[in-house]
């Protein structure tokens, strides 16, 4: 008999599935439909497995990525689950981006990694997709993606590596990568210990193993609805994780056919719940931007949240989970404690439970159906707390939305992780630092004019003044003071931290530096900085007319002047000057302006 596909009198569905989705390459519907046969059967397809739902899977490998290693094995894994429900899998590249090899910064890249994503999904004849990623970029950029295109997507995490051992002590990056370097600086541990600890601080495939921003992202995206339930925190090296990954296959396959959509998923509830989650973990500060960023993909609700939301949800949400760089656990010990599933029987009374989840069913289904039982509360593997005895009571993560420094609204200090409390009201001297570079040649300078209740200023590390807006924020205590036993000092800047990292630290203040309109470019050294975080306040205390001057002076000096940021943008070339032109800041995400929801036209809103 004929074959309809190339029956000239049959219309072709412009709504079907698998290979007949938008058949529009070749102008004749038929003849493209000819022709993706002809190609895809040069792979060993047959019209039996052609004509099945098509779930892509984005391919995220890399030798330079130890925290997507296993994805091989996952790709394997989630084959099988489609194919076993039916389906046919077809998986598919796209770039992949490691914190450690993504120079200048991987968050330079994360928008590009966001478009690649978006155009492959709109691209292909996909019905559903499984995104794979891990690494600190690579989930929030698979979702921007995800939503922008918004086809049927399903979360995968790579999963947690496993943590290492160094004299008998549980090591793991990054929060240890970190600590143990700053041992070494004060002269506390020898070389001897440094290069040991370089073999065991990330000893498997995996994500960085504490609540960095891998981790935190892994856990938002199920409070967002978007993977599975007990998705979040299987080890990578597990046989949990590829069961997983074979689960994951089998929902994709109903994506492919209810064809539930991210943007129909997503709602204000579940953001809300998102940023619970995000408050009650001591989630990495990282998240915030990446938020904002996620929220501005979505039309229905862009501009709707702003980081003020996170602060006023951080006010009623205590932190719940014993993890580093807020505590002292490993991801490993969460999941055994029973991962996000017990985490959210814990936060219930905090969430909304009827959002919609990636399955299809609500939030609170989910939790209904999925067997759980808690581990005893007083067992010591618990590292989940319960609400009326939770690790830090309130505010984990606090955003100084007061006073003339960070008028933006975006400036957060993870306060559960500050390590010197007295310092969460204080006011002090600034001593200003020009950019990484300035920080570097003068930071350990035996002659700096700088005492334990100084404030250390870095800027020119924004969005736009450091590309890709690195994790410079962690400034180092100076080595005279670190000698002495300082341990923590007020540390701001418009840059970002690793999520793994702590201390009392104000970042992505916002304008930036680098903007010459910003309050932040016109410190000075000596001016006195206050930080009150009760009064969430972050105030620059020179006089409005002295601070105006000093910003119109700045202005007219910049004029022309190429070796500025926020001048050379406008002539530069290539991605480095579309992101130079497009970026925005911090309160919107760090995204380009036109991948919002409404368009380079688009005025976000700052909403409660
Ligand atoms: Fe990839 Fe930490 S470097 S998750
Ligand atoms: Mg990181």
Known sequence: AANPDYDLTTGIDPNGVGLRQKLTSYGDAHFSLFMRKLFIKAMGYSEDALSRPIVGIVNTYSSFNPCHANIPQLIDAVKRGVQLNGGLAIDFPTISLHESFAAPTSMYLRNLMSMDTEEMIRAQPIDSVVLIGGCDKTTPAQLMGGISANKPIIHLVTGPMMPGSHQGVRVGACTDCRSNWAKFRAGAIDIEDISALNEELAPTAGTCGVMGTASTMACLLVALGMMPIQGATAPAVSSARLRMAESTGAHAV???????????????????????????????????????????????????????????????????????????????????????????????????????????????????????????????????????????????????????????????????????????????????????????????????????????????????????????????????????????????????????????????????????????????????????????????????????????????????????????????????????????????????????????????????
């Open 254 to 608: 109903q994506l492919a056919k209810s064809r539930l959509q991210p943007q129909a998923i997503l709602s204000r509830e579940s953001f809300l719940n998102a940023i619970t989650v995000l408050q009650a973990i001591g989630g990495s500060t990282n998240a915030m931007v990446h938020l904002m960023a996620i929220i501005n993909r979505h039309p229905a609700l862009a501009g709707t949240i702003a980081p003020a939301t996170v602060d006023a949800i951080g006010r009623q949400t205590p932190l719940l989970l014993d993890l580093k760089p807020s505590g002292e656990n490993y991801m490993t010990d969460f999941h055994n404690a029973g991962g996000m599933l017990a985490l959210l029987h814990q936060l219930k009374p905090l969430l909304h439970l009827d959002a919609l989840t990636v399955t299809g069913r609500t939030l609170g289904d989910e939790l209904t159906h999925t067997p759980f039982r808690p581990l005893p509360p007083d067992s010591p593997a618990n590292c989940i707390r319960p609400l009326d005895y939770p690790l830090y009571p309130s505010s984990a993560l606090v955003v100084l939305q007061h006073g003339n420094l960070s008028p933006g609204g975006a400036a957060v200090l993870k306060a559960s992780a500050s390590k010197d409390r007295r310092l969460l009201r204080h006011s002090g001297r600034a001593v200003v630092f020009e950019g990484s570079a300035d920080l570097a040649a003068r930071i350990d300078d035996p002659e700096l004019e700088v005492d334990a209740d100084s404030v250390l200023i870095l800027r020119g590390i924004g969005p736009v003044g450091n590309p890709g807006m690195p994790e410079a924020g962690l400034i180092p205590i100076p080595r005279k003071l670190a000698a002495q036993g300082v341990l923590d000092m007020l540390r701001i800047s418009d840059g970002r931290m690793s999520g793994t990292a702590g201390g009392t630290i104000v970042l992505h203040v916002s304008p930036e530096g680098a903007d010459p309109g910003s309050v932040l470019g016109v410190v000075r050294d000596g001016d006195v900085v206050v930080c009150d975080v009760e009064a969430r306040l972050l105030n620059l205390e020179v006089a409005e007319e002295e601070i105006r001057d000093r910003i119109e002076r700045r202005q007219r000096e910049m004029v022309g002047d190429k070796a500025e940021p926020w001048v050379a943008r406008e002539e530069a070339r290539g991605y480095h000057g579309l992101y130079m032109r497009e970026v925005n800041q911090a309160e919107h995400g760090v995204d380009f302006g036109f991948l919002t929801a409404g368009g380079p036209r688009a005025v976000v809103k700052g909403v409660e």
